[in-house]
């Protein structure tokens, strides 16, 4: 009689019900942490693109004030000096002369007849815009410029072939960023006889002239644009006194303050530091509705008037706008004017 042995078949380990849970548990936890880090990564993604999309008119706008201010001139030269300037007596001397004209300041004290917002600065710069056929092939010629920040509706930029229809209530009044710049043949800076060659507020002529329905010397060049804030400063060491604690500027001011021996005289500032603050369309259409449709003041009465308080100003106007859940960019740069041969003003004695 045969015996057959019995073979003991291993059997193999299996999870437990406990066990399948558990690992369940785990994995349903890694997933939901993955997902909601590949979410935040979107929304940031998302936001980041969405600021840079919102500001991005402004940023253009900013690069072009940039330019165009490094490109200011005055294109000096040196000429006789008369006794209270009489040309008919026996010159004294030389002195800096000059046909043109460099001005910052308040735009409230420089324009009249609008609603104006903090600085602006007009100046000239061969930048070559003509409208005349003729012209526009030569680059260099002389141009005003000028940037300045108005509040108004957006009448004037709906197309003309619908003037005919009523926009008044779809009329958006909006902080915009404007931008002055008469063509070439329209310079008002020089004129038929030496009074109005040596105007010092031929800008504000030709802006009002536009805000009365007439040629339209300016452009809007981004919406939102609340602050822009121009600052003419020295080259020199710290310590020196500043150039313009005012935040004004003019090398035509002598005339008015019959001071010869004025600093800015026929010179323009080695270094201009531009400031502009904008905010976002959401933020300002919010900000409208709990203002019951009405637009409100975002820059406080007397912020940026005095160069020493510049720090605080930007961060009181930075304050107010984070309590008003105002999105906002901030853009700054010191731009130096290629075109300045700052003196001494030891050197007018």
């Known amino acids: 009689m045969k015996y057959q042995k019995r073979v003991k078949r291993r059997t193999r380990p299996a999870f437990t019900l406990l066990e399948l849970m558990v690992s369940m548990t785990v994995l349903a936890l890694i997933m939901l942490l993955v997902f909601q880090m590949l979410d935040t990564t979107q929304k940031t993604f998302q936001g980041s693109r969405a600021r840079a999309s919102t500001f991005k008119e402004a940023r253009v706008a900013f690069e072009g004030i940039t330019r165009r201010i490094g490109q200011a001139m005055l294109n000096t030269y040196f000429d006789y000096k008369y006794p209270n300037n009489n040309p008919l007596s026996t010159p004294t001397g030389y002195e800096r002369k000059s046909d043109l004209h460099f001005i910052s300041g308040q735009a409230k004290t420089l324009l009249t007849g609008g609603k104006y917002s903090t600085h602006c600065v007009f100046f000239q710069a061969p930048l070559g815009f003509s409208l005349r056929p003729e012209n526009q092939s030569l680059g260099s010629l002389l141009n005003s410029w000028g940037y300045f920040i108005e509040r108004g509706d957006d009448r004037d930029q709906i197309p003309q072939f619908l003037s005919s229809y009523n926009y008044s209530d779809a009329s958006?009044?909006?902080?915009?960023?404007?931008?002055?710049?008469?063509?070439?043949?329209?310079?008002?800076?020089?004129?038929?006889?030496?009074?109005?060659?040596?105007?010092?507020?031929?800008?504000?002529?030709?802006?009002?002239?536009?805000?009365?329905?007439?040629?339209?010397?300016?452009?809007?060049?981004?919406?939102?644009?609340?602050?822009?804030?121009?600052?003419?400063?020295?080259?020199?060491?710290?310590?020196?006194?500043?150039?313009?604690?005012?935040?004004?500027?003019?090398?035509?001011?002598?005339?008015?303050?019959?001071?010869?021996?004025?600093?800015?005289?026929?010179?323009?500032?080695?270094?201009?530091?531009?400031?502009?603050?904008?905010?976002?369309?959401?933020?300002?259409?919010?900000?409208?509705?709990?203002?019951?449709?009405?637009?409100?003041?975002?820059?406080?009465?007397?912020?940026?008037?005095?160069?020493?308080?510049?720090?605080?100003?930007?961060?009181?106007?930075?304050?107010?706008?984070?309590?008003?859940?105002?999105?906002?960019?901030?853009?700054?740069?010191?731009?130096?004017?290629?075109?300045?041969?700052?003196?001494?003003?030891?050197?007018?004695?």
């Open 172 to 349: 958006r009044e909006r902080y915009r960023l404007m931008e002055f710049r008469p063509p070439t043949e329209n310079m008002q800076v020089y004129g038929g006889n030496l009074r109005n060659r040596y105007s010092t507020d031929w800008f504000k002529t030709q802006i009002n002239l536009q805000s009365a329905g007439g040629v339209p010397f300016s452009r809007p060049l981004a919406e939102n644009i609340i602050a822009l804030v121009i600052e003419p400063k020295r080259s020199d060491k710290a310590g020196v006194a500043a150039l313009a604690p005012k935040y004004e500027y003019d090398s035509r001011r002598f005339q008015q303050t019959n001071n010869p021996r004025d600093e800015t005289k026929h010179q323009l500032p080695p270094l201009v530091e531009v400031t502009m603050v904008a905010v976002d369309e959401q933020s300002v259409l919010r900000n409208e509705q709990i203002n019951g449709g009405t637009l409100e003041e975002l820059v406080r009465v007397g912020l940026f008037t005095n160069q020493s308080q510049y720090e605080s100003d930007l961060a009181i106007l930075e304050r107010d706008l984070v309590d008003k859940r105002i999105t906002y960019r901030v853009f700054n740069e010191t731009v130096a004017i290629r075109a300045s041969k700052f003196s001494d003003p030891q050197f007018l004695r």
